[in-house]
């Protein structure tokens, strides 16, 4: 199987002359980062009490605790996040499907509506990186620096 990613070896002015290949390693750090972080912290809520953000129906619908649901989401999290770091085109599609869930049980919950603007961004970002990963090879027509 071949996978595209931007290239990271290079010299720093390589790096200054593509935008692209910065918003690339950009999108990769926070989408890797971040959901590891906010996984880890479904273990100990010291954010916040996640529970709080999830839909009632979901613990009742698969008959779990809401914190042993939030478990669940953590591990899912810090799945995504590595697979973000080790295959972005994939991770960042797991990514953007998960904050599409998010989103889709903070509308059932009725609240966080700020919240959940908040990850139709992050959802985007996520699809942006995805378009970034799959770049075509700079010798083809419109290409950039990729390795395969």
């Given amino acids: 199987m071949k996978t595209t990613a931007l290239k990271e070896t290079g010299s720093p002015h390589t790096l200054a002359a593509d935008p692209a290949r910065q ?4 999108l990769r750090t926070v ?3 971040a959901p590891i972080l906010f996984g880890l912290d479904k273990f100990t809520n010291l954010l916040t009490d996640w529970t709080g953000y999830l839909a009632p129906m979901v613990p009742a ?3 779990l605790p809401a914190q042993t649901v939030m478990y669940a989401v953590g591990v899912v999290e810090i799945i995504a996040g590595i ?4 295959r972005p085109r ?3 599609l797991v990514v953007a499907a998960w904050l599409l869930g998010i989103i889709v049980n903070l ?3 009725g609240a966080y509506y700020d919240v959940a603007l908040r990850d139709f961004g992050l959802f985007v970002g996520a699809l942006a990186l995805n378009r970034l990963a799959t770049a075509p ?3 083809q027509p419109g290409g950039t620096t990729v390795s395969h």
Avoid: C, D, K, Q
Avoid at 83 to 86: E, K
């Fill in 23 to 26: 918003a690339f390693l950009v």
């Fill in 31 to 33: 989408f890797t980062v």
């Fill in 61 to 63: 619908t698969v008959h």
């Fill in 83 to 86: 697979l973000v770091a080790v």
């Fill in 90 to 92: 994939i991770g960042s």
């Fill in 107 to 109: 509308v059932i919950l």
């Fill in 137 to 139: 090879a700079p010798h």
